[in-house]
Every structure is written in C-alpha cells, then in structure tokens.
Nanobody, 130 residues
Framework: QVQLVESGGGLAQAGGSLRLSCAGSGGLFYTYDMAWFRQAPGKEREFVAA????????HYSDSAKGRFTISRDNVKNTVTLQMNSLKPEDTGIYYC?????????????WGTGPTVADYWGQGTQVTVSS
C-alpha cells in the first residue's frame, strides 16, 4: 500500500508560479508511475501530467504543456509539479496519483482519466487570482 501526501499548494497571482510536491511512502516508490490530476469546483477530476517510474518519459495535458514540468526523485520518494505562468483556470485541488508500472501501459493512458491510478493523495488547493 502506498501513501501519498501533497504539499505546496496555495494562492498565486496570474502569471506567477507554484511548486507542488508529493511524498510517497509504504511501497517501492520507484516501481510506480506517477501523475498529477486536478479538480475544479463542479467539474470532473482531470489529468495534468504524468511521469514513468524511471523518470525518463513524461506526458502533459494540452493545458499544462509548456507551462508545467513534472519530475521525480526516486531516492527521496517524491514527485514534483512546477507550475509557471499560472492562469485563473488552473485553480482547483491538485491530487498526486500512483499506478504500479505495467509493461503494456502507455504513459498517454493517463490522459484517459483517473481510473488509471491505484492510489491517491488527499489533495492540495491551488488558487490563482486574476
């Protein structure tokens, strides 16, 4: 069983930056593909970014591409989402997710929705003011 704890959320102005972190424990962190999702009020949880177990491959949603960067540290058991050029529409609760690596899963499968994940964190609030 993997436990995930997010941190780093808060309030930012449009055009600003925030850095989210997710700390994993209770499992072999390096055997999990990791991702970030977000959920705005009244909307479904949507994919933001994903990174494979080795850190060698990543995938972004169209809204995150060019502005957000996902990375991981398998020694510290953390995954990070650096968010730049923030927009008010980036507001929402950001969730860290983990899925046991599988040879037949493509990283783009994360874009199909939250059912890919095996484990979730509790979420961290991000609010971007205009």
């Amino acid at each position: 069983q993997v436990q995930l704890v997010e941190s780093g959320g808060g309030l930012a102005q449009a055009g600003g930056s925030l850095r989210l972190s997710c700390a994993g424990s209770g499992g072999l962190f390096y055997t999990y593909d990791m991702a970030w999702f977000r959920q705005a009020p009244g909307k479904e949880r949507e994919f933001v970014a994903a990174i494979v177990w080795s850190g060698g491959l990543y995938h972004y949603s169209d809204s995150a591409k060019g502005r957000f960067t996902i990375s991981r540290d398998n020694v510290k058991n953390t995954v990070t989402l650096q968010m730049n050029s923030l927009k008010p529409e980036d507001t929402g609760i950001y969730y860290c997710a983990a899925a046991k690596m599988q040879p037949d899963r493509r990283i783009t499968d994360w874009g199909t929705g939250p059912t890919v994940a095996d484990y979730w964190g509790q979420g961290t609030q991000v609010t971007v003011s205009s």
